[in-house]
């Protein structure tokens, strides 16, 4: 297309004030809410982290490219830390400044409606077409947006360098961006063949663009390499996400989650869907053709890159293999592109043909139904209630009023929000802690599967490391609940974590906060000493010896006996029932390790019955085996929650092996559910039997 006429300098200004307007409008009731998604709360608090002179990867762990976190340091620092309203105000510029980019380009490619339509389209998906918590949050992908837009638009304005270093800045957001170097590379080559340059003309041309790519990335690599972190940032920034957190998604998700754009545009905006993809299939087939006219010859260029764009971009979001919406928002600008230019282009197609009385009627009624439905979509959006604010809102609060401002936290879960509801800065590197479990968001979630295997090495260690170095305020479990599955993470799972818990730290407002999921530990005042933990027998010596434990040779009274809301042995249909109401405790000691012990166990149906007004919430058995020489070993963790599922109803069988140890102490532990609450607990132990080795 030709470049704009002087008569029409106004319009680009005009439409760059409308769009700015128009996108503030259509965000400024979102400015305000807490957080929108548990990523912002990342970003803050790696950006105080780095405001106070700290390195990320090295002093504050996530796990994406280094821009995004450093852009929202200096934001916080010009507009005051945890600026939750300034991140969502960024959010809009990047926005805007997308759509205008956007703008531009298909002015620039097809004409002012084509770009018309495709800043239209993209500042209203931008707000009306994601899952909230996603839309309105300040994500990386939309630095990912802004810059491949601009990208695009530097290459088309004879700027191969600048277009390469804007795609390098796209990268530094987040990897997958790295894909969109595609794009400009595909019409560079195409062009060569086209007009049968010579390769090395070609390569000269790459180079520049590669050049222009490479300059910002060296630049971040020499920032860390002179802060020591070059190493860290390697591994977070890119062997991590390879070697852990992409490898739980198959090629299978991936594949899958490529539709997830297309699910999302033909549930609200079918007709932009239908005008995208009749645009990318117009666009495949002309530059396909093998002899095509002059004209078509020049318009194939923008095609391929507008085809290139689409395909690169949302194989990033696909990359993953997780349906995160915000994921996509890499792919909206090219989207809103085709789009563009299927709208645009169907309009001047029609007009070009015999039947124009009929055909150019059809296709402004379609232009008119495409706004009728993103003034719909848009009004949906606005219609949904919004979203509840995070339930550690109120263990933050608490956390607040009763420290000083230049105290720090720790948080034992996937829960940084609470370091930005708190204001209160971490004291760990470990931002939430899933690298210390091996949780991996959200995949390997289920309570029954072990993720000892994705644990970064190292990482209790340096946690431990960080927390004695600067002992927290208050440190929050948030195991306590089913805190972003987090209660598959109990203390006591994390032995040595646990004893440096207790030694300094105490229990406060258990009966407030534990029934919200999250158990609040405040740091002894010093001098005090660490409290003695509860010792059994708190049950009479006459009902304890009744726990024998079975042998085949003879029975094994408990050394120690804990169940404050009674026990007892009885015969239940045919099976020897040890009931012991959670919370309890019954230790033996075992004069010689080795065997096995075998058994059930399960929660009285009365317990979570129909006719129950107060139903149980679950309840966890647990068996420990603590050799003489010291340490403990996890035997068996099974959490019941009979009331929610079916499979936990019932008696649950077992048979775990002893260790070959010389002696030692067996525990059986039931603990009082995610909620620390006891209410219809009625937890019992069945048929238990010692098979000893000797």
Not at 478 to 505: E, M, T
Not at 536 to 551: E, F, H, N, S, W
Request: hydrophobic share 50%.
């Amino acid at each position: 297309m030709n470049a704009p006429t002087r008569t029409q300098h106004w319009l680009p200004w005009m439409v760059a004030g409308i769009l700015a307007v128009g996108v503030f409008a259509l965000r400024w009731p979102t400015f305000d809410f807490k957080v929108w998604n548990v990523d912002e709360a990342i970003h803050a608090a790696v950006a105080r982290t780095l405001l106070d002179g700290g390195v990320l990867y090295r002093d504050a762990i996530d796990q994406r490219t280094p821009l995004t976190y450093y852009a929202v340091a200096a934001l916080f620092r010009v507009s005051g830390e945890n600026n939750i309203r300034a991140m969502h105000v960024l959010a809009c510029a990047l926005i805007a400044a997308t759509a205008f980019g956007l703008f531009l380009l298909g002015r620039r490619w097809w004409g002012t409606v084509a770009g018309l339509w495709a800043a239209l389209l993209f500042a209203v998906l931008s707000s009306a077409l994601f899952y909230p918590g996603d839309t309105y949050a300040l994500n990386t992908e939309w630095f990912v947006a802004c810059f491949t837009t601009w990208a695009a638009w530097a290459f088309w304005r004879g700027a191969p360098a600048a277009a390469g270093g804007l795609l390098g800045l796209a990268f530094l957001s987040k990897q997958p961006a790295l894909l969109d170097l595609i794009a400009p590379l595909a019409v560079l080559a195409y062009g060569a063949w086209r007009e049968r340059e010579r390769w090395s003309r070609l390569a000269a041309r790459m180079a520049v663009v590669l050049a222009g790519f490479a300059t910002p990335v060296l630049l971040v690599v020499v920032y860390f390499a002179a802060r020591g972190a070059l190493a860290d940032f390697y591994f977070w920034a890119w062997q991590y996400n390879l070697q852990y957190y992409g490898p739980e998604a198959g090629t299978a998700d991936r594949l899958l989650s490529a539709l997830r754009a297309g699910q999302l545009l033909g549930a609200h905006y079918p007709l932009v869907l239908a005008a995208a993809a009749g645009a990318a299939g117009f666009a495949l087939i002309r530059v396909l053709q093998l002899r095509p006219e002059a004209g078509e010859q020049a318009a194939n260029p923008p095609r391929l890159y507008l085809l290139a764009w689409s395909a690169t971009s949302l194989a990033g979001a696909a990359a993953g293999g997780r349906d995160y919406d915000h994921y996509y928002i890499q792919f909206l600008p090219a989207c809103c592109l085709a789009a563009a230019l299927g709208l645009a282009g169907l309009v001047r197609w029609t007009r070009a043909q015999r039947a124009e009385r009929i055909l150019f009627p059809a296709a402004l009624l379609l232009s008119a139904l495409v706004l009728a439905q993103l003034g719909y979509g848009v009004g949906q959006f606005r219609g949904r209630p919004p979203l509840p604010v995070d339930p550690s809102l109120r263990a933050a609060e608490f956390i607040q009023a009763h420290t000083r401002a230049d105290e720090r936290i720790f948080v034992w879960g996937y829960h940084p929000d609470i370091y930005l509801f708190a204001d209160r800065r971490p004291a760990s590197r470990y931002l939430y802690a899933s690298f210390v479990t091996g949780l991996i968001p959200w995949t390997n979630t289920a309570p029954e599967r072990d993720t000892a295997y994705a644990v970064v090495p190292g990482a209790m260690e340096n946690l431990l490391h960080d927390l004695a170095a600067q002992p927290p305020a208050f440190i929050v479990d948030c195991s306590a609940g089913p805190n972003r599955h987090w209660q598959k993470y109990p203390l006591d799972k994390f032995p040595v974590l646990h004893d440096f818990i207790r030694q300094h730290y105490r229990v406060v407002e258990a009966g407030q906060f534990v029934p919200q999921g999250f158990r609040l530990f405040q740091l002894r005042a010093s001098g005090q000493q660490a409290e003695t933990p509860l010792g059994p027998p708190d049950l009479p010596v006459a009902i304890a010896a009744t726990l024998k434990l079975g042998m085949v040779a003879a029975g094994l009274e408990p050394v120690r006996a804990s169940a404050p809301h009674g026990a007892n042995l009885s015969m239940v249909e045919g099976r020897l029932r040890y009931f012991a109401h959670a919370p309890s405790s019954i230790v033996y000691r075992l004069p010689v390790g080795g065997g096995a012990l075998r058994g059930g166990f399960g929660i009285r149906p009365a317990a979570y019955a129909p006719e129950n007004k107060a139903p149980t919430d679950g309840a966890e058995f647990v068996i420990r085996w603590r050799p003489a020489n010291g340490g403990e070993l996890v035997l068996l963790r099974r959490l019941l929650r009979p009331h929610e599922e079916l499979t936990d109803r019932g008696l649950q069988s077992f048979r775990v092996e002893l260790p070959a140890d010389p002696g030692g102490e067996l525990e059986l532990a039931i603990t009082a559910g995610p909620a620390d609450s006891a209410t219809s607990d009625w937890t019992y132990w069945s048929d238990l039997l010692l098979e000893t080795a000797r």
